[in-house]
């Protein structure tokens, strides 16, 4: 592997005392707790002085968050910790691909037909996990990409995760951990250009400010085309500057700035026409057998997708004395993105009367290069995501008798906001069709403008949790957790009226009208419990049951008046349960570790359209489940042999309700059966380090609707990375990666009625240059 050089933070949970309430409640707080830290016969475990410790290569031993007080060998859940050092090394920019090493994490699914997904659009074990994306353990809201240059390690919590952050994701979340200020002057980066016009540099310099202080400087630009897509670009620029006092003082300070600006070409992917699983409609035929090019792009040049993502982040951290630490965070951050897409539905036939009535037509039937498709579904979105909340906590180990504690309990309260703001094609204007095998983006007809359809949502939260780690003997560790949330989601939003919009009444068609408010305020109670059996040093066995609950509009901040509508707030939170076993080995004086895990997650109360009440409504009897088994190691074999791999299977099913997959079956949509990740590299003693890896997704299920002759499912898929890099000397590393060695054609994702598909990237090469100092 290329070492860093880099200084980890000598700090990764600050503690900030944002306001004297909260200080002077939980300050009161930590007496007794103290007292029985003082009193006790037996020796409580001194705090550690840094939630993260240094890490070099792919192994990490714990978590950023204080919520969990044990290492990843003693903590009953599945957890995978995605270094810098492994994700740097493979070139990987964005948070969707540093998740490439967890296995069945990735971006399986495209969206809607005029509702395409953007940015990180996540899925784990079968559910999306956009929503469920945190910055150094505060939710980051926004459809967007997120950039690592500013990360230290991105944690991957599988299984209910609702006790430790409240609402979220059936099936676990992410955590982003920023780069902060340390006591050791450094400066390194990044130079890299690679095919497909790749281009991109990055810096990270730490200075001290005298003993106790420090600044570190985080910066990045890039201008990428996407390989083997035309016109697909991906442009940002993004600073980061993290300040610190009273470093190695029982008192540190942090304040932590970013910014990002994006000036992307987004993706709208291409016609699945002739893949494995189209069959051709009606008039169609000569279609068969003739698919498009995977590089053509079927947007315009007024396709885009701005972005500015602005976050600040202010944190306290106070050592009470060895065994006691408070801790806050205070952050507000602020996303806006600006964004349209030219979208398309690949459907045509030709009536009766030989009249062209789908949106693929043709002047001669023969002739391939006179088919056209119409692009007839511009997605627009303006919109802004705005998140205000302070954390508090108390860490505390102590005794009582002979049982030893590690305990976390703290407070929370958060503001999130979605303001989006409607656009429409105005006039009934729409862009010109694209010539099916050879697509022009210099497309002209579609105006558009602001048409007044705004909403706006809004949940405030105020949590309360509490976590202990009872530790009994030296082999037996039992945690548990509850946590309390109390929300309260408004939501206001107006309609244009006519068309698929409400009905105008004595309105001109074309009207805005105000849609009801809506509200809904209730209390989740989430709570966990598991238990480690430490076989010795090297083996635990564990056992873990978690609960997690996402209220309607829990994910978007948007309530709906469907009674088919998950956000309805007349409905209750969405519930998960998972139940999880496994072990974890530690092997080569804990350089190596190996984990497996045996897990079922069940979903109840979700919209069941087939079972009905006395109105007439669909009912909340619906049930879904995932179930299987986990097998991950990461860490050295040797001082030079460094290995991350994984391997998932899940086993997923609609045990009431509707089919969700359109090719009847009871699965789950948008999640492989099977995931396969692995990298290795080895480092000679000359400087040369050779490494790679296989990725494999196998066949997954699209939604299921109206759709008709398109693929129901996609194909598995196995491509090969490789890495080359030599220490040039100890201040500068040239490094070559290669991507899709073999020049593998996959579906890396689909859309729900599987009209269009992403391509997978083809094979292309990235050169970088690493400097340290």
């Known amino acids: 592997m290329i070492k860093s050089r880099k200084h980890s933070p000598s700090s990764r ?14 300050g009161l707080a930590t007496l007794p707790v103290t007292a029985l830290a003082q009193s006790s016969t037996a020796t409580p475990q001194t705090l550690d002085q840094v939630h993260v410790l240094g890490v070099r290569g792919y192994k990490a031993d714990k978590v950023a968050s204080p919520k969990f007080t044990q290492s990843l060998q003693d903590t009953p859940q599945t957890i995978q910790v995605i270094t810098a050092d492994l994700f740097n090394q493979q070139g ?12 069945g994490v990735g971006t399986f699914y495209v969206g809607e037909n005029g509702n395409t997904n953007t940015g990180d659009s996540i899925f784990m074990r079968g559910f999306d996990t956009s929503s469920s994306i945190f910055v150094d353990g505060v939710r980051d809201i926004g459809s967007i990409s997120r950039d690592v240059f500013n990360t230290e390690q991105v944690e991957v919590a599988k299984g209910p995760a609702g006790t430790d952050n409240g609402r ?3 099936t676990g979340a992410i955590n982003m951990v920023s780069k902060q200020a340390t006591l050791h002057d450094a400066v390194s980066g990044t130079v890299s250009a690679g095919t497909d016009s790749q281009a991109r540099t990055t810096a990270d310099w730490n200075q001290t400010l005298g003993a106790t202080s420090a600044l570190r400087l985080n910066a990045m630009w890039q201008d990428n085309d996407q390989p083997g897509r035309d016109h697909v670009n991906n442009s940002r620029w993004g600073i980061a500057p993290s300040l610190a006092f009273g470093l190695g003082t029982a008192t540190r300070y942090y304040l932590n700035l970013l910014y990002v600006e994006q000036d992307n070409v987004p993706d709208g992917g291409v016609p699945t026409l002739g893949l494995p699983g189209w069959t051709p409609q009606p008039t169609l035929e000569q279609l068969a057998g003739h698919p498009v090019d995977p590089e053509n792009f079927y947007g315009t040049r007024a396709d885009h997708d701005d972005v500015t993502a602005k976050m600040a982040t202010f944190r306290i951290e106070h050592d009470v004395n060895d065994n006691v630490r408070l801790t806050n965070t205070a952050r507000w951050g602020r996303t806006d993105q ?18 062209a009535t789908g949106n693929i037509r043709y002047t001669s039937a023969a002739d391939l290069g006179s088919y056209t498709l119409a692009r007839s579904l511009p ?3 303006d919109q802004q995501n705005t998140i205000l909340t302070d954390q508090l906590n108390l860490r505390a180990d102590f005794a009582t008798g002979a049982v030893t504690h590690n305990l976390s309990t703290g407070l929370e309260f958060t503001r999130e906001e979605l303001k989006s703001f409607g656009q429409a094609a105005t006039g009934g204007s729409v862009w ?10 210099n497309a002209t007809g579609l105006t558009w403008a602001h048409n007044g359809a705004d909403s706006h949502g809004k949940t405030t939260t105020s949590s309360a949790y509490l976590f202990d780690t009872l530790t009994i003997g030296e082999s037996f560790l039992l945690t548990a957790g509850l946590r309390a949330d109390h929300y309260k989601t408004d939501y206001q939003s107006a309609s244009v009226c006519g068309g698929r919009g409400p009905a105008c009444g004595s309105n001109p068609v074309g009207t805005v009208i105000r849609n009801p408010s809506l509200a809904q305020s209730d209390t989740l109670l989430n709570w966990k419990v598991g238990a480690v059996y430490k076989v010795d040093d090297l083996v635990s066995l564990y056992a873990n049951y978690a609960i997690s609950q996402q209220p309607p509009g829990g994910s978007n901040f948007q309530l709906s008046a469907s009674a088919s509508s998950a956000d309805n707030p007349s409905l209750d939170p969405q519930k998960a349960t998972t139940f999880e076993v496994g072990t974890k080995w530690s092997f080569l004086d804990d350089a190596l570790a190996l984990n497996v895990a045996l897990f079922k997650t069940e979903v109840s109360n979700e919209i069941n359209t087939q079972v009905l009440d006395d109105a007439g409504n669909p009912t909340q009897t619906g049930k879904k489940s995932v179930q299987g088994i986990e097998v991950s190691t990461v860490g050295r074999i040797t001082d030079n042999w460094s290995v991350s791999a994984g391997y998932s299977h899940l086993d997923t099913d609609v045990e009431e309700g509707a089919n969700v997959a359109a090719d009847g079956t009871r699965n789950l949509t948008y999640t492989p059966g099977d995931t396969f990740t692995s990298w290795t ?6 400087g040369l380090t050779l490494g790679g890896g296989a990725r494999y997704a196998g066949q997954m299920h699209r939604g299921t609707d109206g759709a008709v002759g398109t693929p129901a499912f996609t194909k598995s898929y196995t491509v090969y990375d490789a890495v080359a890099s030599y220490t040039i000397n100890p201040h500068l590393v040239v490094r070559l990666n290669a991507y899709n060695l073999f020049d593998k054609q996959y579906v890396a994702a689909i859309n729900k009625s599987g009209y269009r598909y992403t391509p997978g990237a083809p094979r292309s090469f990235l050169l970088s240059a690493d400097y340290r100092f």
């Open 13 to 26: 949970s600050a503690a900030c005392l944002a306001t004297a309430g909260l200080v002077t409640g939980l």
């Open 92 to 103: 990987a920019t964005t948070l969707t691909d540093a998740l490439r090493n967890s296995p």
């Open 168 to 170: 979220s994701a059936p």
């Open 338 to 355: 600006d964004y349209m897409l030219t979208a398309f539905m690949g459907t045509g036939t030709r009536g009766a009367n030989g009249a």
């Open 379 to 381: 997605t627009f979105k």
């Open 432 to 441: 010109s069709a694209a010539n099916l095998y050879a697509p022009d983006w």
């Open 681 to 686: 590299s080895y480092t000679f003693p000359f």
